[in-house]
Nanobody
Framework: QVQLVESGGGFVQAGGSLRLSCAAS????????MGWFRQPPGKEREFVAG????????SYSDSVKGRFTISRDNGESTVYLQMNNLKPEDTAVYYC?????????????????WGQGTQVTVSS
């Protein structure tokens, strides 16, 4: 199991930027994937972005492609989500997740370790 702690959420106006961080501990990263998911009020949790730790391969949902960037810092065992040009529809609780293996699944049920979540609110 991996322990994950997110930080960096907050309130921002449309067009603004935020960077989320997720610090991981409890396991060395061999072939592992990290993902960012979000859950808007009253809706199901949805995939935002994912990264394969060893190779740095990334994947994005269509709704954030070109605006969000996922990256990792091997030395700090931290994954980041840089969010630019934020829109009101990006408002949600954002979760960091981890799973073993090389495939970046978009189904949140495939991930077995989760952070506590951080709120992102974008005003129009």
């Amino acid at each position: 199991q991996v322990q994950l702690v997110e930080s960096g959420g907050g309130f921002v106006q449309a067009g603004g930027s935020l960077r989320l961080s997720c610090a991981a501990s409890g396991r060395t990263f061999g072939d592992y994937c990290m993902g960012w998911f979000r859950q808007p009020p009253g809706k199901e949790r949805e995939f935002v972005a994912g990264i394969r730790w060893s190779a740095g391969v990334t994947s994005y949902s269509d709704s954030v492609k070109g605006r969000f960037t996922i990256s990792r810092d091997n030395g700090e065992s931290t994954v980041y989500l840089q969010m630019n040009n934020l829109k009101p529809e990006d408002t949600a609780v954002y979760y960091c997740a981890a799973r073993g293996g090389a495939i970046i699944y978009r189904d949140y049920r495939r991930f077995d370790s989760w952070g506590q979540g951080t709120q992102v609110t974008v005003s129009s």
